[in-house]
């Protein structure tokens, strides 16, 4: 964590299916009202070639992502499409780098105390099908492992969010430069950081 841990950012992605579901609003909405910060924001549609680059700044990331699509199959006792954790993370990035390139995403960076952890609880798990009720994920869509392998296809989940500190750190340059990230007050954090909550009453 850095120093002044109500500094910590994280990086959001709403990606073109929360677009095309007219859900731009209410995903921003459910980062907003948690109290954390939104210090940049823009919308594009980025390249096969960048997002590739994007999933590439973790060397790990193929292997973790295969191993967590193999243990939910196993988990429902239904056999994956491969054993090899290399090989399905492969196929996910074929099919992401399509997915993701399609039309215009939504990225923002948010800031505030424990931003890494509080942006993925209120995301929730990557498969909508399995994800927490109440997170954007379990609530506002519904596909799974299954129906997106049948159709060749990544998982539509709406939201990218930096998996941890690290991840967050390395992602969020790629998609921002330096002055594109805002530096300022908002009022709303004297009431959730400051010791005293003094100058209340009158
Ligand atoms: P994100 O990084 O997008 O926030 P995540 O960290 O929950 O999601 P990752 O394992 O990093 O999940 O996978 C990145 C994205 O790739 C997922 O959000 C999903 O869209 C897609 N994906 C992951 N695994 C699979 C899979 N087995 N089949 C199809 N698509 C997948
Ligand atoms: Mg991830």
Known sequence: MEQDGKKEKTLVIIKPDGIQRSLV???IKRYERSGLKLVGLKMFVPT???IEQHYSLDPD????????????????????PSREPLEVGEKVLRNLKKYLSSGPVVTMVWQGMHA????????????????????IRGDLTIDSYAVADTGDRAV??????????????????LWFKA??????????????YDVNLGGILE
């Open 116 to 135: 890494v952890e509080i942006v993925r609880k209120i995301t929730g798990g990557t498969e909508p099908l399995t994800s927490d009720v109440g997170t």
């Open 48 to 50: 096969d070639a960048f």
């Open 61 to 80: 990331w193929k292997m973790k992502a295969g191993e967590k699509a193999i243990a939910a199959y196993d988990k429902k006792g239904i056999a994956p």
């Open 179 to 192: 002055e594109e990230l805002i530096n300022y007050r908002l009022l709303n954090e004297s009431i959730l």
């Open 25 to 27: 609003g209410e995903l």
């Open 156 to 173: 539509r989940n709406l939201i990218h969010a930096s998996g941890s500190h690290e991840e967050a750190q390395k992602e969020i340059p």
